[in-house]
């Protein structure tokens, strides 16, 4: 089993949504956050392109958070999903240099907090709060394993790309385009 | 006969009955008490509701933490404005209720208005104050002199408790400050307003045109998501702004026009589709009035003629054109929504309106359908008084076509002026924050002054409540019942609000405060039930369900009447209008002494050295009202002003900087504003987003943040056929020395 | 003109607008582990050397700030944790890919070692300490006895500890300024410099500091071309490091790095170094007092640059 997102730049409108329904769902701290949406703008007036993505931990298959972290706080779960046990977190602060996406920040409480994708929904057999609550519906999860899941049919259908493959972390969330 | 399937339903329901009583007897048998167990259920349920963050009003759950306290909102998936899809601001309503700097208790004024000075009360002896002043003021300017301006769900029992004491004098700034030249345009092309939810079929069109409409940066939940269901279906998107919005990323074709020239576009879209015999012959034929009168009347108008006006490539003009024509009727020209820009709006819109007319898209799959609204029982109530005069006695001659009352004009009537006989004495104002909202912050004040009585209701210290003699702090939507949602859609649907907590603090609901004034008033038989929720039991009864029942599935649909969402093949159509036709020459207008059609009319441009001030929304927030809530701010918490890069080089403005601005007639923002230079926007104009600058300190969150963009809007081109408050006709100006000025951030 | 921005309004505290997770107590502890490493592996080196009277200094004076700067560098590094509560997780595994963890354990073992070689020589102070307790005598015979594997076991944890503070950094690729092999050795070169230029200060034997401003000079010439060979490889890296290497020629760091680091830390006192050999007698104080700022200032700056080197926006 291998869970991944796709995100559609093409329909995201960079509203946040995603930003705030992870808030209340996971009960984010005001001031921090665990998903984020970024605007590229290219070109000069009039000749412009925008790309809007919402953005989040890569649960990478080659995730250097978990390999630096001294503790094993930071750990993989079945489906590939990268977890920390805030109970085996000294705070170091490694792992959150270790991210090239900036997508871990310290949790006032002292441990570091990062995107579960929702992991308490996905077991439920719901989609992450991200997922479930865009109104552009511009998201997709699921399993990669499955052909027949939304994100593999949608990866096979579209043009996609991640974001810095070459820091070789074989990030999961993919970027329709 | 029952059938198989029914015998069946039956039986499975006898088997759930006879296991709910099961649970029932192990629940009476484990210990708990009665208390234990309705907080359990408290605990474990959750509740419906209807959003207030914005006018759209999706349906939702609201659920609660292991400790009882309000967590998240979850949208309703039954409900056809949000498809179980709450926006940002829906899902960030909690931080409404969990706001700090909430309106805690009844305040009544001290001291002079504007000072501050407040002192808390109780809520007899503000109901007392407020009643006491009222039954002074009827008596002696007569009842009209009370006027309630409102933008919130509570406006609804204060408006009952108006027209019981004979004031017809309601306005709502959604109208003349906002959609209102729309209203009025639709209704004298089609004989219908567009209302709200408009009935735009956005997932089924073929293109979709935006003309200054910035969809998806205004979360309008479900056009937002038809827009995105529209663009998985490969339809076209042209969207005219002179920035390069969300939506015109999302576009194949951006016209970036110079601003206050789209009349000139519209027209000459029209004449290419006329003069290229592009429009939808028969429907035109058939529906509509005046063809022929507008050919001629277009005639001039070519794309040639529209380039030396819009700047816009006169091909792109004949390939949108085209592009429109060949969708149809599966196209929508987007009305938009605050349309209040140059003052001559309301033909603007009739253009938009011409142009959907001609394009057959009225009626039809893709275009616009029919709604249908839900005809609710009104709890019984005698019949309300004759007024015996109105607002509009003040303004002779002067917005003939505006079909309601006008904030902006109650606001002008209300200044002592020789001329007017009735000055308005007292205003009630619910959840809308005037000085935000009307434009030109000056007169309003004067108005103010003017008043004997101003009472405010809201759930946030804004602006306005500095200005009151009595704060109301009303609870928040997630705390009460409130009417039940009828809005017009494709299918008839009620929503439920119901309270997902005990109202905090010492705040109450509206409903309440309205009635316990009627109480004291003498009009306590407008309000023949004492709580809302034997109300809602009552009129949901009527229609064949009850309370408990809403309270479970939070909305309710109905099959609608007839199936008639879209035209028949040759149906007969009776439009509302004079001619019982679509009129592309307007017979209303013209009896009104207008352009019975509309005409192009140069604007005033900016002088050397400013700039337009253009404003809009960004997704995350509703006007000025959410500026202080922790979600909200959290993801936007000041706005900046927008600067092309030739603007900021000429300037020496780099992003990050603060700067003042100041408008053509000197005023000057109340507080510095950050600088974004971005090719988004146009060398001609600078954009900023609706609803920071707030100057009350009581906001601790958003106080000082940004610049507002309603301060800087001193000069109102009002529209002479509705009365619109036109607010794009304002020019700034940069300062860049802030000469040791704090920056609050 | 491009323009990325992130639009939700993340401000995600240590984190944005650039990262800040490690503050000042980071590059101390780096230093003090560096200059304990470096301190103890001319100790161990000279002993096994059989230098030992030869270089008291070296081999049983100076040693003795090695627990001092571990024991001040650990509590700088819990300082900076922020979920102290459970430090001993640390304690409870070993994750030989986490240079974080096997460094943890490496100052366990080198602190401890570095205790028991000051207990060794505390009489070099205290000519008559007296353990009081067999237990403590038994255990002072017993080292004395093993001294050479000891110093065996220091020597080479020494070395580890000073590859350790500059692999710790490398290790991140996420951060291309630290992401670069060169800054183990470096790391180790400017400990042991560090470890040099202490022991010229603190020996009174004119022989000794001649031989420790030699090896400080080769180290720091050592340092010049590690430097340099980083900017190299930088340069001819991909465009993060190139980015990266900006911070350092035009960037905000350009002054402190060039100023502090090289030009006060390595090549004044290496100038004043080569003086030195040459005969014209220069204050110990000042290239020993300037290569140990040199060497906590370059850890304040890599470790402050490199976390505002970055990937994306």
Known sequence: ?177 | ?745 | MNEELIISGRENLMVDPQLHIWHWPIPLYLFLGGLAAGVLFFAALYYLLGKEEQYRAAVRRVPFIAPVALVLGLAALFYDLNHKAFFWQLYTTIRIQSPMSWGAWTLLVITTASFIWCALHIREFFPRWDWKYKWLKDIEVFFNKNKKPLAWVILIFAIITGVYTGILLSAFNARPLWNTSVLGPLFLASGLSAGAASIVLASKNREERLLFTKIDLIILGTELFLIVHMFMGFLASTQVQQEAAQLFLGGPYTMVFWIFVVVLGIIIPGVLDLMELWGKHIPALIPGVLVLMGSFAFRFVFVFAGQVSRWLY
């Open chain 2, 1 to 745: 006969m029952a059938t198989r399937r029914q015998f069946i339903r039956i039986s499975a329901m006898g088997a759930g009955a006879v296991m709910a009583g099961a649970a029932g007897i192990r629940l009476l048998g484990s210990g708990l008490t009665d208390g234990q167990k309705a907080t359990l259920a408290a605990l474990t349920g959750r509740t419906p509701t209807y959003c207030e963050v914005c006018f759209w009003k999706c349906a939702g759950w609201v659920y609660r933490d292991e400790k009882g306290s309000i967590k998240k909102i979850i949208g309703n998936s039954e409900d056809q404005n949000c498809n179980g899809r709450f926006c940002p601001r829906g899902t960030g309503g909690v931080g409404m209720y969990h706001d700090e700097d909430r309106l805690r208790k009844p305040l009544i004024r001290t001291d002079d208005r504007g000072t501050q000075s407040f002192r808390e009360a109780t809520w007899e002896e503000a109901f007392d104050y407020i009643a006491e002043k009222i039954k002074v003021i009827s008596a002696e300017h007569g009842p009209e002199c009370i006027a309630l301006f409102t933008h919130g769900s509570g406006g609804k029992y204060f408006s009952t408790l108006l027209r019981a004491l004979g004031s017809p004098h309601i306005a709502a700034p959604s109208y003349a400050q906002c959609r209102g030249p729309r209203e009025v345009a639709f209704q004298a092309t089609f004989g219908e307003a567009l209302d709200s939810p408009e009935p735009l079929d956005i997932r089924d069109t073929k293109c979709l045109v935006l003309i200054g409409s910035h969809l998806g940066e205004n979360m309008h939940n479900g056009q937002v998501q038809e827009m995105s269901d529209a663009i998985d279906k490969g339809a076209t998107i042209i969207t005219v702004d002179p920035r390069f919005s969300t939506a015109a990323g999302k576009s194949k074709y951006w016209l970036p026009i110079k601003p206050a020239t789209d009349l000139a576009l519209l027209l000459a879209w029209i004449n290419v589709i006329i003069s290229e015999e592009l429009y939808d012959k028969p429907y035109v034929e058939k529906y509509t009035y005046g063809f022929e009168y507008l050919k001629e009347h277009v005639k001039n108008m070519t794309p040639e003629w529209a380039y030396g006006i819009t700047t816009i490539d006169p091909t792109v003009i004949r390939e949108t054109a085209r592009e429109m024509a060949n969708a149809a009727p599966a196209v929508i020209v987007h009305p938009g929504r605050h349309v209040t820009w140059y003052g001559d709006d309301t033909q603007r819109l009739r253009a938009v309106a011409i142009l959907n007319a001609l394009l057959g898209s009225w009626g039809r799959r893709g275009g616009f359908f029919r709604t249908e609204t839900f005809a609710l029982p009104e709890p019984p109530h005698p019949a309300y008084p004759t007024p015996k005069r109105t607002w509009r006695t003040e303004f002779p001659d002067l917005y003939k076509l505006a079909d309601t009352v006008l904030a902006n004009g109650v606001c002008d009537a209300t200044v002592p002026d020789p001329s007017r006989n009735c000055k308005f004495q007292a205003w009630i104002v619910n959840g809308t924050n005037l000085m935000e909202t009307l434009p030109n912050q000056e007169n309003t004040l004067k108005a103010i002054q003017a008043l004997q009585l101003l009472v405010v209701v809201d759930t946030m210290p804004m602006e306005i409540t500095g200005w009151a003699d009595v704060v109301l702090p009303e609870c928040t939507y997630l705390e009460r019942y409130d009417d039940l949602r009828v809005g017009p859609h494709r299918k008839p649907q009620i929503a439920l609000r119901s309270p997902a907590a005990e109202p905090s603090y010492d705040t109450k609901p509206a409903f309440y405060m309205a009635r316990e004034l009627a109480k004291r008033l003498g009009v306590i038989e407008y309000f023949p039930f004492e709580k809302m929720e034997d109300q809602l039991d009552w009129q949901l009864k009527q229609v064949g369900s009850s309370l408990d029942e809403m309270k479970k599935i939070g909305v309710k649909t109905f099959d609608r009447t007839a199936d008639d969402l879209y035209f028949y093949p040759d149906e007969n159509v009776e439009f509302y209008t004079a001619t019982g036709k679509i009129e592309l020459y307007s017979t209303a207008l013209e009896g009104a002494g207008f352009d019975p059609m509309p005409k192009y009319t140069a604007h005033e441009e900016p002088p050397a050295g400013f700039y337009r001030l253009n404003y809009g929304r960004a997704p995350m927030h509703t006007f000025s009202r959410t500026s202080n809530n922790p979600n909200l701010t959290d993801l936007m918490d000041e706005n900046s002003v927008w600067v092309n890069p030739r603007v900021a080089k000429e300037w020496g403005l780099s992003t990050g900087q603060y700067v003042h601005l100041v408008n053509q007639d000197g005023k000057r923002s109340e507080f510095p504003i950050k600088v974004r230079v971005t090719e988004r926007i146009r060398w001609d104009s600078v954009y900023m987003v609706h609803g920071f600058g707030h100057q009350e300190k009581k906001l601790r969150r958003c106080y000082g943040k940004g610049a507002s963009d309603t301060n800087l809007i001193t000069k109102v081109l009002v529209d002479p056929l509705m009365g619109g408050t036109g607010m794009r006709g304002n020019f700034v100006t940069f300062v860049t020395d802030l000469a040791g000025e704090e920056v609050v951030s």
């Open chain 1, 1 to 177: 089993m291998r869970y991944a997102m796709a995100v559609d730049t093409k329909k995201c409108v960079g509203c946040s949504d995603c930003v705030v329904a992870c808030q209340t769902e996971n009960n984010v701290p005001i001031g921090f956050c665990r998903d984020w949406v970024v605007e590229v703008t290219d070109g000069t007036y009039p000749q412009l392109e925008i790309e809007l993505r919402s953005e989040r931990c890569n649960h990478c298959a080659n995730a250097p958070c978990v390999r630096c972290c001294p503790t094993g706080a930071s750990h993989i779960v079945e489906g590939g999903i990268v977890l920390v046990k805030p109970n085996k977190c000294i705070g170091c602060g490694a792992c959150i240099a270790s991210c090239p996406y900036d997508a871990r920040y310290p949790h006032p409480k002292g441990y570091v907090d990062k995107c579960t994708f929702c992991i308490h929904r996905v077991k439920e057999g719901m989609k992450p709060a991200c997922v479930a609550v865009c109104p552009t519906k511009c998201m997709y999860f699921g399993d990669l394993d499955d052909p027949n899941s939304e994100v593999s049919v949608i990866l096979k259908k579209r043009k996609s790309k991640t974001l810095i493959p070459e820091a070789g972390t074989q990030p999961q969330l993919y970027f329709l385009i």
